[in-house]
């Protein structure tokens, strides 16, 4: 799974950097909300901030997450930018957010693969917090 991850993220940064315009989410922060795959769960809010090149979760530092470098494509018909980025912690796994931003709306998932081997699916969704 992880080696699908990584060749995902591959793809993505050959499309991004072989087109020319990089769409750049940096100076933006996201207000969104984690709502896990089970039913019985409830959503978690969160905060993502796009700068320098990097994503970084308020939610997930807490767990020893730093800010992960983010690539993104525009689709210029669309007026989309997909973007992915790969967090890592040594204690706590690796997660892979993959999310897309259309205007002030931002959604998409994120899989975390926790050390213990476990692995976590959620869905988030948002806005761009108003500056």
Not at 68 to 77: D, F, K, R, S, W
Request: proline content about 3%; aromatic content about 12%; hydrophobic content about 45%.
């Amino acid at each position: 799974m992880r080696f699908l991850c990584l060749a995902a993220l591959l793809a993505l940064a050959f499309v991004y950097f072989s087109r020319g315009a990089r769409p750049s989410m940096d100076g933006s922060i996201w207000n969104v909300k984690l709502k896990p795959s089970s039913i019985l769960s409830f959503s978690r809010k969160d905060t993502l901030v796009f700068n320098e090149g990097q994503v970084a979760s308020s939610a997930y530092a807490a767990h020893g997450f730093l800010p992960a470098a983010y690539a993104a494509v525009h689709n210029g018909e669309r007026n989309e930018d997909a973007w992915n980025a790969v967090a890592a912690s040594r204690q706590e796994g690796t997660i892979n957010w993959e999310g897309l931003v259309s205007g002030d709306k931002i959604q998409g998932t994120l899989v975390w693969y926790k050390a213990d081997g476990k692995v976590e699916k959620l869905s988030f969704a948002g806005f761009r917090k108003p500056t």
